[in-house]
């Protein structure tokens, strides 16, 4: 497979006419496949460099609307997953360090009473061992799908120099996952190492390699590359934008690279609406490389008068919105169900 026919970077607007939409709240139409995401938190344990969730500086450190009322918290989700459940969706949990949140076991045993088809949780995997395993328990119990690991690196010094972690950290993290890839073997709940392309951590196709072979050695044998996410604008934390404009790895880089090289072998690729995903195959192991731009999004939306909704995000304020601001692309508000 030659640059060429990579399809990256893509026309949007001629790629969204394929996908099948439903009806959905008056004027609007539905991504019939789309994900459901509950933004259960800002709080992290950990302030890394090139963090999406903290690079808008107007939804930094929101607070929950329902403070400590977890039964008001709650009943809202119930409420939430109510409306959504019969539409069919996948669901992700994330935040902030989703697995810190007072609740995250409720939530947890809430979307397994509904039943959702797809369910996945992204994780710094700082708290896996804790309290005798108990998030990873939780996730076994409640019939998990995806548990994606969060990690820059394979080696220790730099993944704590890039995380930059506020409090203790696993004093191996080596360890830690080969625990905790013991622990869910032969479960429903399938790992994923999931990791940014950054200079300063893996930015090549070298890295790439040594990274999956490193992990590989502790039983996992599924990865994904993320390209950094392009954020500008007076309403973004600057420190963040200058970080990611100065590390930015992309994917075509990494391709080029591979063409030369070959060590991983091409056999699928995956179009969103925002988002061009390339998977391939390197020994027993599934790579993805991911790229996103929001920017093309945002130009996207407007071009449909937001009229077409490809996912939905429930935030911390109550509001179910169209997109990872919430306060922007509402579409429904928690008191309006």
């Not at 998977?279 to 939306?301: C, G, H, P, V």
Request: proline share 3%.
């Amino acid at each position: 497979m030659t640059l060429a026919n990579h399809v990256f970077p893509f026309d949007l607007h001629t790629m969204t006419d394929k996908y099948r939409f439903i009806p959905f709240l008056k004027d609007k139409e539905l991504y019939s496949n789309f994900n459901f995401s509950v933004f259960l938190d800002d709080y992290c344990n950990a302030d890394c460099k090139f963090c999406v969730a903290n690079i808008r500086c107007k939804t930094k450190n929101r607070k929950n609307v329902f403070g400590k009322n977890y039964n008001a918290y709650l009943k809202s989700l119930d409420k939430m997953f109510a409306f959504l459940r019969p539409l069919n969706p996948t669901i992700s949990l994330t935040g902030g360090e989703p697995t810190l949140f007072p609740l995250f076991d409720e939530v947890v045993s809430l979307v397994n009473q509904y039943n959702f088809r797809i369910r996945a949780v992204t994780t710094n995997a700082s708290q896996l061992l804790k309290n005798n395993q108990r998030i990873l328990n939780c996730l076994i119990k409640n019939n998990w799908t995806y548990l994606n690991l969060s990690l820059p690196h394979w080696e220790q010094k730099r993944i704590e120099e890039i995380m930059r972690y506020k409090d203790t950290y696993p004093s191996s993290f080596a360890d830690l996952l080969s625990q905790a890839h013991q622990a869910i073997k032969g479960t429903c709940v399938k790992p994923r190492l999931s990791c940014v392309l950054l200079k300063e951590g893996v930015g090549d196709l070298s890295a790439c390699e040594k990274y999956v072979n490193f992990y590989n050695k502790l039983g996992y044998d599924n990865f994904i590359f993320r390209q950094l996410t392009y954020f500008n604008g007076k309403d973004t934390n600057q420190d963040i934008v200058r970080y990611n404009e100065q590390n930015v790895v992309t994917c075509e880089k990494i391709w080029k690279e591979n063409e030369e090289q070959d060590k991983f072998t091409f056999f699928k690729r995956n179009i969103g609406y925002y988002y061009y995903v390339e998977l391939y195959k390197y020994a027993n192991n599934t790579i993805a490389f991911e790229s996103a731009d929001l920017a093309t999004r945002k130009q996207e939306m407007q071009k449909y008068n937001y009229k077409k909704v490809f996912e939905v995000v429930y935030h911390p304020n109550g509001n179910l919105c169209s997109g990872w601001d919430g306060t922007q692309e509402i579409l429904l508000n928690y008191q309006d169900l």
